[in-house]
């Protein structure tokens, strides 16, 4: 805590000498360390406290500045030690600077009456029109927003969760704003009722107005040129910049806005990406991304999401005006020029090709190409389970995890093959097989909704959603095995028993966590009955249920084998593992080399093409392994691949030497 002394009169008239004004001069309280030096032509009023200014900013091409207050209007202002504040073109009021702050070349910063900084703002997202708010405070998580906006069929939860945020908004409100400490903010505009955090950087921003910039040492925020920003929170580690214009959006941790990005009523969480185009009303979950500058997200719902360029969706019918809303759910994308009408529903790393207006809801049938041809929507079941593509994606997300902040707010599951896919593909093997009952096995095509799936089709989804279903049981089961301390074969079945209460029936993807409906049930039952009573209660549930996630998935994974094989764990045999076992090898090296021959492709004779120019087919090979570095053979990717394979495969030969000695 800083002691503060008055002003001594030989130094007030230093301060006038340096031609600093004010109407009461016995309102400003100085630390015990300040000299009146480094302070000139500026204009105090209201309360004012002052620091120590010793430090010397090295600035870009070599410039020195010290620290100091010249050029400048404060009212109602307290300046940390070894601040630089210069050329304030109007003036900074109400505002609690904190140390080794520079601010240069702005126009005015202030705080103008109560104001809560952005938090308790009402974000209309999915339904344009309304009915999904979702208030976004400092500490929103995706998860938090998912049951805000979707779970409106709980109208008492919803009340209890607005109230936890109305008090949190309560608690941050205040009529001095705040900017922290080794702030950066020059050359810029209006700033009006930010919360600046520590080591933020703002750098020509045009407006920034009523908002919250959480920056912090581990995890800095860096705001850019041109940018403009009304009723916002941007979360730390996340840079917005380069003419980006954004009105009652929330900005997650490590998310990228910028290239004169355009967004409203949006929510953006852990890792998206926006570039050139626009967003309205939209709910991007982890890792949403979209580069092109024709590429419009309107009211939809994504996460994993990859946006082609020309991306474009239509949230009304010229009925009853924008209502309407679509989800794409987790890993779907888009090609360059796809159209989807709302409402829709795509199911999970699925790839959408082409115009599609028939309202589709493919969720039953994940990891599918939807590709229309000639106004018709055309589905292939699983087809995207054997593309390269899905996998590598599925391999650069936690990679591309930008979050350095240690408190980390959205909790976020990788796995592409987890309860939440598989149980979708259990139920897309009974769709598919109830269309061979109901129009023969012998159809050409078949009508699913308001598309059609070829036979050629449908029997692969059939065979990708088989091979998919073992791989993911052969993996928990083998997880077990290996994990496991036995002798016996009943020391083994004891070791199968599940450990977790919940993890049976459905389960649901909140927004990057993958979980049982059950126990996110029991969560939304404590927030409604008032067993959890703050907003850092339920954040704490949250991260608890998505750390319990294995144990949730064996309990899930321990019936379902039960059903799908009609194997009961509890007294199975060893003969009986090793036959699942030799099931999981076959099929995850099944995969694999589907995988394999489809990123052969990208090194086939028609992939060179506009290689090699002016060159013969040699020197076409010769540029293509220059710029691409290698055959394919020696790609890094592919050499994972059958690196994959090998190790899978000598996993599945161990677990069957431990089976054969039971």
Not at 431 to 448: A, E
Not at 450 to 471: E, P, Q, T
């Amino acid at each position: 805590m800083m002691n503060y002394r008055k002003l001594t009169s030989e130094e007030i008239e230093i301060l006038k000498s340096q031609m600093c004004t004010s109407d009461e001069w016995e309102s400003i309280e100085v630390s015990e360390d300040f000299v009146p030096k480094y302070v000139r032509h500026t204009r105090f009023s209201g309360k004012i406290r002052l620091g120590a200014f010793r430090k010397v900013f090295s600035m870009p091409g070599g410039m020195c500045k010290h620290s100091g207050l010249y050029y400048t209007t404060l009212h109602n202002v307290t300046v940390g030690d070894d601040c630089c504040i210069e050329n304030v073109k109007n003036y900074i009021a109400n505002y609690e600077i904190g140390h080794d702050t520079f601010i240069e070349n702005v126009d005015i910063i202030l705080t103008d009456g109560v104001s809560s900084f952005g938090n308790g703002v009402e974000v209309a997202v999915l339904n344009e029109t309304g009915g999904r708010e979702v208030m976004i405070f400092d500490r929103l998580t995706a998860q938090t927003a998912y049951v805000m906006a979707l779970y409106r069929h709980r109208p008492e939860m919803v009340a209890k969760l607005r109230e936890m945020i109305n008090r949190y908004v309560e608690s941050v409100s205040s009529s001095v704003g705040y900017i922290g400490s080794n702030v950066t903010i020059v050359d810029s505009g209006y700033i009006k009722n930010v919360k600046i955090g520590d080591c933020c950087k703002i750098e020509g921003a045009s407006r920034l107005k009523n908002g919250s910039i959480n920056s912090n040492e581990a995890a800095p925020v860096h705001v850019g040129v041109g940018v403009i920003g009304d009723d916002f929170i941007i979360c730390s580690g996340s840079s917005v910049k380069d003419g980006v214009t954004f009105s009652r959006c929330f900005v997650g941790q490590a998310c990228k806005l910028g290239h004169n990005y355009s967004a409203t009523d949006s929510l953006f969480f852990s890792n998206c990406q926006g570039e050139n185009g626009e967003a309205c009303a939209i709910f991007a979950g982890p890792y949403t991304v979209t580069h092109h500058k024709s590429t419009l997200l309107i009211a939809g719902m994504f996460s994993f999401m990859n946006a082609g360029s020309g991306s474009n969706q239509s949230n009304h019918m010229y009925k009853l005006g924008p209502i309407h809303q679509g989800i794409m759910e987790r890993g779907a994308k888009t090609s360059s020029d796809s159209y989807l009408l709302w409402p829709a529903k795509v199911g999970a790393f699925s790839l959408v090709m082409g115009r599609h207006v028939s309202h589709q809801d493919t969720s039953n049938l994940p990891f599918s190409y939807l590709i229309e041809q000639q106004n018709v929507s055309y589905i292939m079941p699983g087809a995207n389970l054997k593309s390269v593509g899905t996998i590598r994606d599925a391999k650069k997300w936690p990679g591309r995890d930008g979050r350095k902040d240690p408190d980390k707010l959205d909790q976020i599951n990788y796995n592409l093959l987890s309860p939440y896919t598989i149980q979708k593909m259990l139920n897309g093997v009974e769709v598919l097989k109830q269309l061979q009952t109901v129009s023969g096995m012998n159809s050409d095509t078949y009508t699913y909704q308001s598309g059609k799936i070829k036979s050629s089709s449908l029997k692969n989804g059939l065979k990708y959603y088989g091979m998919a279903i073992d791989k993911f049981l052969g993996n928990s089961l083998l997880t077990r095995i290996m994990n496991s301390e036995f002798k016996t074969i009943d020391d083994l079945r004891k070791a199968f028993e599940p450990k977790s209460v919940y993890g049976e029936g459905d389960w649901v993807d909140i927004s990057g966590m993958i979980a049982p409906k059950e126990a996110v049930t029991a969560l939304l039952d404590d927030i409604q009955s008032g067993v959890l009573t703050d907003i850092a209660m339920v954040n704490e549930r949250f991260a608890e249920m998505h750390g319990k996630y294995y144990f949730y998935e064996w309990r899930w994974a321990h019936k379902v084998i039960q059903d799908y094989y009609g194997v009961n764990l509890s007294t199975v045999t060893a003969e009986k593992l090793r036959e699942l076992v030799n099931r999981w090898k076959s099929s995850v090296v099944g995969l694999d080399n589907l995988i394999y021959e489809d990123a052969r492709k990208e090194f086939s004779l028609s992939a060179m093409t506009s290689f090699g120019a002016d060159g013969d087919e040699a020197q076409r090979k010769e540029d293509f392994m220059q710029v691409r570095g290698s055959f394919f053979e020696a790609d890094p990717f592919v050499k994972s691949v059958k690196d994959h394979i090998r190790i899978k495969s000598d996993l599945g030969d161990r677990a069957l030497e431990i089976l054969h000695r039971l």
